[in-house]
């Protein structure tokens, strides 16, 4: 079994990409923030339960940008998702909630494209 991690960071926006054999964590903080985790499914988006979950998942900003990523990353992998977002990036970043979620969604896709920055196979 191995792993590998992909991370970028667009000023306060920084994304992490951790990729196992079966799944797929990605942290998208925003000034170190992580505040909600969603396990996003082919045709859904369900908030995590447990110890896991940070927030009450309410927030349909995240829920929809959760879906965006599953939508993305379906078409490159089936592998399971666990999607951490905070939810400064709806308060604290500049622009329009469109222009956001297309900044968090590039940042994601240049993050995709990095080369590995750890793996390992143990």
Do not use: H, P
């Amino acid at each position: 079994m191995g792993w590998n991690i992909r991370r970028l960071e667009n000023g306060d926006l920084c994304c992490t990409i951790t990729e196992f054999e079966d799944k797929i964590i990605i942290q998208i903080t925003y000034a170190g923030q992580l505040d909600t985790t969603f396990q996003v499914l082919r045709d859904d988006v369900q908030v995590l339960v447990g110890n896991t979950l940070l927030s009450d998942g309410t927030d349909l900003k995240n829920r929809v940008i959760a879906g965006e990523i599953g939508k993305l990353l379906a078409l490159e992998s089936n592998k399971q998702l666990i999607l951490s977002v905070s939810s400064k990036i709806w308060k604290c970043m500049q622009g329009s909630e469109f222009d956001i979620m297309t900044r968090v969604l590039s940042t994601l896709k240049d993050t995709m494209n990095e080369k590995f920055q750890i793996t390992s196979t143990i």
